[in-house]
Nanobody, 118 residues
Framework: QVQLVESGGGLVQAGGSLRLSCAAS????????MGWFRQAPGKEREFVGR???????DYADSVKDRFTISRDNAKNTVYLQMNNLKPEDTAVYYC????????????WGQGTQVSVSS
């Protein structure tokens, strides 16, 4: 069982930066692929990026070159560094964990609100 708790959300002006954190409890954190997703009001949840258990990363085109995911396996924490934020980045951001050989993200955090003003 994995429990995820996000933090670091808030209100920022366009062009600003925020760093979200996702702390995981449970064992074998390093064997999970950690993903970030977001959901804006009235829209479906969308993929933002992921940091796989093997060390690879990939991102949605909308955030590529602005967002960076990192992880610290010693601290059981994954981060989402968001730079050059835009109003369209406003959403609730969720982290999620996917077991090593699973095809689905089976564990989700409660989400943290990010609001970007123009």
């Amino acid at each position: 069982q994995v429990q995820l708790v996000e933090s670091g959300g808030g209100l920022v002006q366009a062009g600003g930066s925020l760093r979200l954190s996702c702390a995981a409890s449970g064992r074998s954190f390093r064997s999970y692929t950690m993903g970030w997703f977001r959901q804006a009001p009235g829209k479906e949840r969308e993929f933002v990026g992921r940091f796989s258990w093997s060390g690879s990363t990939d991102y949605a085109d909308s955030v590529k070159d602005r967002f960076t995911i990192s992880r610290d396996n010693a601290k059981n924490t994954v981060y989402l560094q968001m730079n050059n934020l835009k109003p369209e980045d406003t959403a609730v951001y969720y982290c999620a964990a996917r077991a090593q050989y699973s095809t689905e993200y089976g564990y989700w955090g409660q989400g943290t609100q990010v609001s970007v003003s123009s």
